[in-house]
């Protein structure tokens, strides 16, 4: 992620980077917000859960915030195996095209 890129809103170069993004803040603690896939979604139990913290840039002239995974590819992978997954478990599916 670019802090060098200006706003795409309002044009400004004052970017606020890497700001997290909580859900709840208390005294002592906070809960990031997360993005969630699972390997296993069709499962009962055991999805195998893939989560990746959001940061958040923001552009300190017009409040535009731009959200960012902090791993993407990693995420990216969690989805995929979990599509190959469900397409291995249902064999037969290919009669149903």
């Known amino acids: 992620m ?3 890129r200006p ?3 309002c044009g400004s170069t004052e970017i606020l980077g890497d700001v997290p993004v909580v859900s709840s803040v208390d005294r002592i603690s906070s809960t990031p917000v997360v993005a ?3 390997r296993r979604p069709e499962a009962r139990i055991f999805k195998e859960p893939v989560a990746h913290r ?3 840039r923001v552009c ?3 409040g535009l915030a731009e959200l960012y995974v902090e791993d993407p590819k990693g995420l990216a992978l ?3 195996e979990a599509a190959a997954a469900a397409g291995a478990d ?3 599916d290919e009669d149903l095209r």
Request: with cysteine; net charge positive.
């Open 60 to 62: 300190a002239a017009c």
């Open 90 to 92: 249902r064999p037969g």
């Open 78 to 80: 969690a989805v995929k």
């Open 7 to 9: 706003c795409p809103k």
């Open 36 to 38: 969630l896939a699972y």
């Open 2 to 4: 670019s802090m060098d």
């Open 54 to 56: 959001l940061t958040a």
